[in-house]
């Protein structure tokens, strides 16, 4: 029998389950205008709420259908529970002053 590397796992985001599968989403990311982004504090901050959320299975947000590490970047995106809301230039300006 065979043995997978893939590992399963609630409130987990997919580069905790499969290299393969987060490359290709960083791949994606890489590509997207930087002007379109959260800083790299808003986007942890995001992720960190995901990984406590209970809608969170193996990568995905089952209350939206998206992967969160997708999701969580863009600026405009939210949360679908308003756990964590779209930021506009000024918030994330506003951010990097008080860090
Ligand atoms: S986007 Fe919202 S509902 Fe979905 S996993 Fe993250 S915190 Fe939970």
């Known amino acids: 029998m065979s043995q997978s ?3 399963f796992c609630k409130r987990c985001l997919v580069e ?3 290299a393969e599968h987060y490359k ?5 990311i890489a590509k997207i205008d930087d002007e379109l982004k959260v800083t790299d504090i ?3 901050k995001r ?3 995901c990984k406590e959320c209970k809608h969170l ?3 995905l947000c089952r209350a ?4 969160v590490e997708l999701r969580a970047v863009m600026k405009r995106n939210r949360c679908p529970y308003s756990k964590w809301l779209a930021v506009s230039d000024q918030d994330e300006a506003d951010l990097a002053l008080s860090a």
């Open 5 to 7: 590397s893939t590992r």
């Open 57 to 59: 299975h193996e990568g």
């Open 24 to 28: 290709h989403i960083q791949s994606y």
């Open 16 to 18: 905790e389950i499969s």
């Open 47 to 49: 992720l960190d709420t």
């Open 42 to 44: 808003t986007y942890q």
């Open 64 to 67: 939206c259908g998206c992967y």
